[in-house]
Nanobody, 124 residues
Framework: QVQLVESGGGLVQAGGSLRLSCAASGRTFTSYGMAWFRQAPGKDREFVANIRWSDGATYHADSVKGRFTISRDNAKKTVHLQMISLKPEDTAVYYC?????????????????WGQGTEVTVSS
C-alpha cells in the first residue's frame, strides 16, 4: 500500500505562484510514477503532470507547460508541483496519484493510489 498526503493549496491572485507537495509513505518503489491531477467543479479529473521516481523523467499537460513544473525529492519521498503565472482556470482540487509504472499515463484509471486532494483557488 502507498499513502499520499498533499499540502500547499490555498487562495492566490491571478499571476501568483503556489507550490504543492505530496508526501508518500508505505510501499514505494523507484519504478513507480507519481502524478498530479486536478478537478474543477463540474468537470472531469484532468492530468497535469507525472514523474518517474528513478530518474525524474516527466510529462506535462499542454495546458500547463511553461507554467507548472513537477519535481521529486527521493530522500524525502516527496513530489512537488511548482505553479507560476496562475490563472483563474487553474482553480481546482489538485490530487496526487501513484502508478505502478511510468509513461504517458494521462488517464486516472492508470493510477492505483490517490491522496485526498488540496484545493487551489485563483482569483481574478
Amino acid at each position: 500500500q502507498v499513502q499520499l498526503v498533499e499540502s500547499g493549496g490555498g487562495l492566490v491572485q491571478a499571476g501568483g505562484s503556489l507550490r504543492l507537495s505530496c508526501a508518500a509513505s508505505g510501499r514505494t518503489f523507484t519504478s513507480y510514477g507519481m502524478a498530479w491531477f486536478r478537478q474543477a467543479p463540474g468537470k472531469d479529473r484532468e492530468f497535469v503532470a507525472n514523474i518517474r521516481w528513478s530518474d525524474g523523467a516527466t510529462y506535462h499537460a499542454d495546458s500547463v507547460k511553461g507554467r507548472f513544473t513537477i519535481s521529486r525529492d527521493n530522500a524525502k519521498k516527496t513530489v512537488h508541483l511548482q505553479m507560476i503565472s496562475l490563472k483563474p482556470e487553474d482553480t481546482a482540487v489538485y490530487y496526487c496519484a501513484a502508478s505502478l509504472g511510468f509513461g504517458p499515463l494521462f488517464q486516472s484509471y492508470h493510477y492505483s493510489y490517490w491522496g485526498q486532494g488540496t484545493e487551489v483557488t485563483v482569483s481574478s
